[in-house]
């Protein structure tokens, strides 16, 4: 069982950034796939953004390609979301998740709140 713990939320304006980390426990973190995803208010979860177990891979969402960047420390059990140029409809709970490749998604952290006023 794989624990998955975010940090690095706020409020911030629009056009700032932002990191948020993501740090996992209970398991092999090197053998997982991890993924950020997010959900705004009276919004389904949507992809934003996943690197492969080795960090070799990066897939994202087209609303967030060129703003977002995605790494991961296989040493430190952790995975980190960069955000940049954050737009007010960046606004959404964000979700770490790990999974055995990118469309198979088996653990979730609790999330953690990104708000972004203009």
């Known amino acids: 069982q794989v624990q998955l713990v975010e940090s690095g939320g706020g409020l911030v304006q629009a056009g700032d950034s932002l990191t948020l980390s993501c740090t996992a426990s209970g398991g092999p973190f090197r053998n997982y796939a991890m993924g950020w995803f997010r959900q705004a208010p009276g919004k389904d979860r949507e992809f934003v953004i996943g690197?492969?177990?080795?960090?070799?891979?990066?897939i994202d969402a087209d609303s967030v390609k060129g703003r977002f960047t995605i790494s991961r420390d296989n040493s430190k059990n952790t995975v980190l979301l960069q955000l940049t140029s954050l737009k007010p409809e960046d606004t959404a709970v964000y979700y770490c998740?790990?999974?055995?490749?990118?469309?198979?998604?088996?653990?979730w952290g609790q999330g953690t709140q990104v708000t972004v006023s203009s």
């Open positions: 690197i492969s177990r080795s960090g070799a891979s990066v």
């Open positions: 998740a790990a999974g055995q490749g990118f469309t198979s998604w088996v653990y």
